[in-house]
């Protein structure tokens, strides 16, 4: 699977219900849950101070990212995503020794 480095930005769109956004919150962290197990999310952080996460996320290519990967994340529909492909630089510490 290839890397991506995912930014992404939700923003609830004005008048929506609080137990819309609760629900949709809710199922989000399930349907992260899952994705992590599958290998897909990688690993997660939010910016100190700010409503937005940045992310390593794995996919055979970046098509697949969109549509089944992202796409499937409930809050997807309230997001703004800014996508940037990854390789393995050669000063990678977490590179193996053995060309990997």
Known sequence: MKEF??????????GTEQAEVDRRRA????????????GHLYRLWRPVGELRSVGVWCAADEAELHEKVLGT????????????????????????????
Do not use: K
């Not at 480095?5 to 004005?14: D, K, M, Q």
């Not at 390789?87 to 510490?93: G, L, Q």
């Open 27 to 38: 199922d989000e962290a399930v349907r992260a849950a899952e994705l992590a197990a599958t």
């Open 5 to 14: 480095l995912v930014e992404i930005t939700t923003t609830i769109p004005e």
């Open 73 to 100: 994340l409930p809050l997807r529909p309230w997001m703004a995503v800014h996508v940037t492909a990854l390789e393995p630089h050669p000063n990678d510490p977490g590179r193996t020794h053995d060309g990997g």
